[in-house]
């Protein structure tokens, strides 16, 4: 072979494995939706944060811990009118959740931790909304969608560090669902299970 060939069978192979990491259109959107989910999160934090979905009904606000029903309903109402990112899907997942944590209250009534509630819920660290925000939309991760009918899973996986290899890399998922036409979040933030 000639040099031309070879120069353009390796031109070939660079732009066909560069369109094997971009999104498509659908995948970038449902991309473009968890970011602007962050961002719309970041500057709505006290939103967030003052439902009081839990109270204790020990010495002052103290285990055992129940969940507020009445107050969880007009936090779902929020979610409804105000973040335009998550669905009903998004809801009934979080109703789950609320109801596991009110049966390990029941279960656990002595733990001093709130179970469900020791962590930022949205994000799923114990970090800021500004550290977790750049840690899920660093340059330095990667971005993989897989789509299948009207569900979505976006996982992210962290930026490698000098020396680490592709097993190195830590994932994160974001359940997405089709509402009327729109992917929306159908859930939180939460490590991937890769085994």
């Known amino acids: 072979m000639n040099m ?3 120069f353009a069978c390796f031109l070939l192979i660079l732009f066909s494995l560069r369109g ?3 999104l498509n259109a659908e995948q970038a959107a449902i991309k473009k939706t968890f970011f602007d989910f962050l961002s719309y999160y970041k500057k709505n934090e006290v939103a967030f ?3 009081k979905l839990y109270r204790g009904t020990g010495t002052e606000n103290g285990p055992p811990y129940r969940i507020q029903w009445k107050e ?6 929020f979610l409804r009118k105000q973040v335009p990112y998550v669905g009903e899907a998004y809801i009934k997942a979080e109703k789950q959740h609320f109801k596991n944590a009110d049966s390990l209250f029941r279960l656990y009534p002595e733990d001093e931790i709130p179970a469900g ?3 930022d819920r949205w994000g799923g660290g114990q970090e800021s909304v500004q550290y977790m925000y750049k840690w899920y939309t660093s340059p330095k991760n990667k971005y993989l969608v897989i789509i299948a009918g009207n569900t979505a899973v976006l996982k992210i996986g962290s930026g490698l560090w ?3 290899s592709e097993n190195d890399r ?3 998922i974001v359940p997405f669902v089709k509402e009327k ?3 929306k979040m159908a859930d939180n933030i939460y490590p991937a299970n890769e085994e």
């Open 181 to 183: 036409g729109t992917w």
């Open 20 to 22: 094997f990491t971009q």
């Open 117 to 119: 509630f020791d962590y």
């Open 49 to 51: 944060n003052t439902f």
């Open 72 to 77: 969880a309903e007009k936090y779902f109402a």
């Open 170 to 172: 830590s994932w994160n």
């Open 162 to 164: 000098e020396g680490a």
């Open 4 to 6: 031309k060939k070879i």
